[in-house]
């Protein structure tokens, strides 16, 4: 199982920007999908986005889609999530999730990965 490692959260105001970094040790994210969920308090934990190491590929939920954008970097086996334009409503805690693909569609529920991170709290003021 891979182990994955969050940071980059903080206190911003509405309209700025955070990145975030899921780092992998134990193993590398190859072969594997890498997602983004957040929870907010009193609210079910909700996917964001996902990425398949492999290809690229992404997916977004409509909430975020033009917003935000998953990346990976190969040499530091990290994806990223850069998330522009901050709403209040996207304060919670931030989790990344990795599982390995087998495909043949993208993994959004939470069901779908086995390895988390302990998160890492964005919270946005309006």
């Known amino acids: 199982q891979v182990q994955l490692v969050e940071s980059g959260g903080g206190l911003v105001q509405a309209g700025d920007s955070l990145r975030l970094s899921c780092a992998a040790s134990?193993?590398?994210?190859?072969?594997?999908?890498v997602g983004w969920f957040r929870q907010a308090p009193g609210k079910e934990r909700e996917f964001v986005t996902t990425?398949?190491?492999?290809?690229?590929?992404?997916y977004y939920a409509d909430s975020v889609k033009g917003r935000f954008t998953i990346s990976r970097d190969n040499a530091k086996n990290t994806v990223y999530l850069q998330m522009n334009s901050l709403k209040p409503e996207d304060t919670a805690v931030y989790y990344c999730a990795a599982e390995y693909y087998t495909g043949p569609h993208y993994y959004t529920s939470p069901t779908d990965f086995g390895s988390w991170g302990q998160g890492t709290q964005v919270t946005v003021s309006s």
């Open positions: 990425i398949i190491w492999n290809n690229g590929r992404s």
């Open positions: 134990g193993r590398t994210f190859s072969s594997y999908a």
